[in-house]
């Protein structure tokens, strides 16, 4: 059974910092796996905002994330963080993360999802 569960949402006022947190299991914690974060701020489309491989760490961002949000993994405990820095109101929205093997461009298995609110 592959599981997804996210953490660490909340309220933060504009130039604040959250971690949040994607706990795997099962299948989804597979070492060619790859992690995407992703967030939909209301009214609009889900938007992509990074990803890590797990077994070699590498990272890719959007453009948008460059520079302010950062993705690491801690392999011992099947957990991917996304570090949110200098946030923005316009960063409002519920953050989710996604597994996909390395060879499939389809995102398979998604968490339920954790609600940022940055507040001006």
């Known amino acids: 059974q592959v599981q997804l569960v996210e953490s660490g949402g909340g309220l933060v006022q504009a130039g604040g910092s959250l971690r949040l947190s994607c706990a795997a299991s099962?299948?989804?914690?597979?070492?060619?796996?790859?992690v995407g974060w992703f967030r939909q701020a209301p009214g609009k489309e889900r938007e992509f905002v990074g990803r890590i491989t797990w077994n070699t760490g590498y990272t890719y961002y959007a453009d948008s994330a460059k520079g302010r949000f950062t993705i690491t993994r801690d392999n011992a405990k099947n957990t991917v963080y996304l570090q949110l820095n200098s946030l923005q109101p316009e960063d409002t929205g519920v953050y989710y993360c996604a597994v996909k093997s390395s060879l499939s461009p389809v995102y398979n298995y998604w968490g339920q999802g954790t609600q940022v609110t940055v507040s001006s």
């Open positions: 099962g299948r989804a914690s597979s070492p060619t796996n790859i």
